[in-house]
């Protein structure tokens, strides 16, 4: 290139990663960033700030009329912290560009996030919800009791277009499911929902192994207390979808108050930078303690999905909970998606404010463990795994 042409490029024809797409781990990477180098700047601010100073009050109302009208972003500065927050901004940009939806918006916590989705929608007169078990128990809970005044059908994927009816707001399911990890075909699914807008709980999953807006589904949720933000330290939701939803969404936050901390929008957006690593680097150590687990005498039972993953479930012979209480390395605790390794009984802890015949209904047996598999080295785990293994009793 001669020294004329030279001086014509532009940005975007020296770096065309500026406008082509980027593989995901570039995105992980680099979305919600692309600005800090030109800024001089090479870690994200953390804007602690509640509100905002603005001697133009007129201009200010007619920011806020805008926000009531439509739930778009307010142009401009910032005005309060309950609309928007520049640290939580950059997050909700690069979540959504990992799930290739138009927006994301995030939460206080994955409840409060599936919270606002019911909101919306019941905000519209559409309170019924179609949706398929097994779902984390929370949102099993929140459904069946109609906390938020909502009513659901419970089916399987081939009933999801029977159950519809002409107030149905929403058709929910989770794949992998908690704690199975039973799976299903997303694409089929999200055509029997017809125009009634699917959501996918993608949090075991993740963008790094699945993309359901790319096959159907109008909105994504994730608790991104467990992958997204990777090292337990987060507490966080977050729904993927077109921005005409989100608008509604942070129309609903700014109401209810949910809203998402500067300080936990920085360690997400942080966690997202490792997140493809620490996926894969976790999914080969529970794809490899799943093969060893399903050779084991005293399991009866190994759950693994097709798609991988870092959750693995099985169902022991005799009592799950002396498998809890012998591990040593392993922590035994609820939540999952850490880069260390937790284990849990669900139908104790996370499922079990969920009607056990419902449960066991959905496959969560009494003797089912999930367990959240970390970065330790494989080895290490299996040996304390075996070691928990050795206090139950293989039936004759």
Known sequence: ????????????????????????????????????????????PIDLSTTYPSYDSRAEAARIDAFAATGA???????????????????????????????????ASGMAALSAVLLARAAMGLRHVVAVRPLYGCSDHLLTAGLLGSEVTWTDPAGIADALRPDTGLVLVESPANPTLAEVDLRAVAHACGSVPLLVDNTFATPVLQRPAEQGARLVLH???????????????VVACDEEFAGRLRQVRFATG????????????????????????????????????????????????????????????????????????????????????LIQHPASISHRIVDADERRGAGVSDRLLRLSVGLEDVDDLWRDLRGALGAVAVEV
């Open 73 to 107: 972003e307010p142009d401009g500065p910032p005005v309060y912290g309950r609309l928007g927050n520049p640290t939580v901004a950059r997050f909700e940009t690069a979540l959504a560009r990992l799930e290739g939806t138009e927006s994301a918006v995030a939460f």
């Open 258 to 341: 949910g809203v998402l901390h500067p300080l936990a929008g920085y360690l997400l957006l942080r966690g997202l930078a490792t997140l493809p690593v620490r996926v894969r680097a976790a999914s080969a150590n529970a794809a490899e303690l799943a093969r060893r687990l399903a050779d084991d005498p005293r399991v009866a039972r190994v759950h693994y999905p097709r798609i991988g993953g870092a959750m693995v479930a099985f169902e022991v012979h005799g009592d799950p909970h002396e498998v809890i209480a012998g591990v040593r390395l392993i922590t035994p605790a609820v939540s999952l998606g850490s880069v260390d390794t």
């Open 223 to 237: 608790s991104a207390t467990k992958y997204l933000g990777g090292h337990g330290d987060v507490l966080a939701g």
């Open 1 to 44: 290139m001669d020294s004329a042409a030279a001086s014509t490029s532009t940005y975007d024809d020296v770096h065309p990663s500026a406008t082509t797409p980027r593989a995901l781990a570039t995105e992980a990477v680099h979305a919600g960033r692309d600005d800090l180098a030109r800024q001089g700047l090479h870690a994200p």
